[in-house]
């Protein structure tokens, strides 16, 4: 709202919501929070996060499959599409979204899945994750095995070997895996900001890029921001300069930028203050799952505006629902 409000004033109301069309509810599911009093209940909540991981498999059974069609119509090695998914037109970082979560629910929720079952749902999920080489999830996923690996009570000789596993499987993929061994040298030879001659850049190329022309826009504005119309506006007069592709737009890809570019610090420390809020329930339900989805999702906004695209947007209210409308295990009665 105060997002809006701010740009409507320095861009125009109209603009603004054509703009946030696709943001519409980020709007929408708190009302319904206040609306609906009842509750989600854990049956129904172990119910509602199965239902995720079984959809999320056939998403990708659906990648496989289509990739295992493209190779077979085009005469090519098989090799799983890292680019974006074809008919469902989905990006592989929203995927990776997907994907984390459903590792995330199998490890830590009772889903009545058999051992092995699960095993190879996370192996699968892994792989794809691999695949996809999106680095946020990756480092979100690399951050959990941290994590994990210090809060786990287990003897040091079991930890030592868990941590040679994971070093020897990360190597193993990057070895084996092309687009994820691509991303590593992508980053790797990404040192300076130099995008004159480049028409078609790197990922991470276009990263430094957008950083730097981000950068003295915040700098000069940060106190009121400059509308979100602006600040696109703006962001890409500046990144065709150094990029001679002809018609093509990009976001800031930092969803912290955006909002500070756009609507000023307040508004940037009111979205803040709403994660904060959020890792507070989390931690007061000791829920891991509740945890580990905001800390994917505190990453990925560096990376990727997702709240600027309805599946982001309803991917994270969703879950959030999930866990706003379930009961403090303090307080089961509330």
Not at 61 to 88: A, D, R, W
Not at 94 to 118: D, E, H, N, P, T
Request: proline share 3%.
């Amino acid at each position: 709202m105060f997002l809006i409000v701010v740009s409507g004033f320095k861009d125009g109301f109209s603009s603004t919501f054509k703009y946030l069309e696709p943001s519409i509810s980020l709007l929408i599911f708190p009302i319904i929070w206040f609306i609906t009093r009842s509750e989600i209940t854990k049956k129904q909540q172990i119910t509602i996060l199965k239902t995720f991981v079984v959809s999320s498999l056939l998403l990708g059974v659906y990648i496989i499959g289509y990739s295992s069609y493209y190779s077979l119509l085009n005469g090519t090695k098989f090799i799983v599409l890292s680019e974006e998914i074809p008919v469902l037109s989905i990006h592989p970082h929203y995927v990776g979204l997907f994907f984390f979560m459903s590792i995330v629910i199998l490890l830590f929720k009772q889903l009545k899945f058999k051992k092995a079952i699960q095993f190879l749902l996370i192996t699968f999920f892994t792989f794809l994750i691999l695949t996809m080489a999106s680095r946020a999830i990756l480092l979100v996923l690399l951050l959990l095995l941290v994590i994990e690996f210090f809060r786990n009570k287990t003897t040091y000789k079991n930890k030592i070997i868990a941590f040679l596993i994971v070093i020897l499987s990360i190597s193993t993929a990057i070895y084996f895996i092309q687009p994820l061994q691509k991303k590593v040298v992508e980053v790797a030879s990404a040192k300076q900001f130099e995008l004159p001659n480049k028409k078609w850049p790197t990922s991470a190329q276009i990263r430094i890029g957008l950083n730097h022309c981000t950068a003295p826009i915040i700098k000069e504005n940060w106190i009121t921001g400059v509308g979100i119309i602006s600040f696109e506006r703006i962001l890409n007069e500046c990144y065709s300069k150094f990029n001679n592709a002809e018609k093509i737009h990009y976001n800031s890809h930092n969803y912290y930028s955006f909002l500070i570019g756009s609507a000023g610090i307040l508004c940037l420390l009111l979205f803040l203050l709403m994660l904060f809020w959020h890792y507070k329930i989390s931690l007061k339900q000791k829920d891991w799952v509740y945890f580990y989805f905001l800390v994917l999702i505190t990453l990925s906004l560096f990376t990727e505006n997702i709240l600027s695209r309805v599946y982001g947007v309803v991917f994270m209210l969703f879950f959030m629902t999930i866990f706003v409308k379930n009961p403090l295990k303090s307080n089961p009665k509330k």
